[in-house]
C-alpha cells in the first residue's frame, strides 16, 4: 500500500505542475513528464497521443527496435489509420 501512495504522489506532482497550464495558456503541459513517470510506474513503453495523431509524450522503457517506430516518434505523429 505505500508504494501505491508513493507513485501516485509522483503522478501527482507531475499533474500539479504548479498549475501552470492554468495561469498560461501558452505553456507548455508536461507530457514527456507525465509519460515518463507513468511509463516508468507501469513498466511499458507510453505514447501519449492528441486525437489528430500528434505525438505528445514518449516512455520508451524497453527500446524501439522497428523503422516504423523510430519514424513516428522522430516526426511527432502517427499516421491517421492508427487514429
Request: net charge negative; charged share 20%; proline share 4%.
Amino acid at each position: 500500500m505505500q508504494q501505491v501512495l508513493k507513485d501516485l504522489r509522483k503522478i501527482n506532482t507531475v499533474l500539479q505542475y504548479d498549475n501552470l497550464w492554468t495561469l498560461d495558456e501558452k505553456a507548455d503541459l508536461p507530457f514527456n513528464t507525465l509519460s515518463g513517470v507513468l511509463g516508468t510506474l507501469l513498466k511499458v513503453d507510453l505514447f501519449i497521443a492528441s486525437p489528430e495523431g500528434r505525438i505528445l509524450g514518449v516512455h520508451d522503457q524497453f527500446q524501439l527496435n522497428n523503422a516504423r517506430m523510430h519514424e513516428y516518434v522522430s516526426t511527432r505523429q502517427f499516421p491517421d489509420f492508427y487514429m
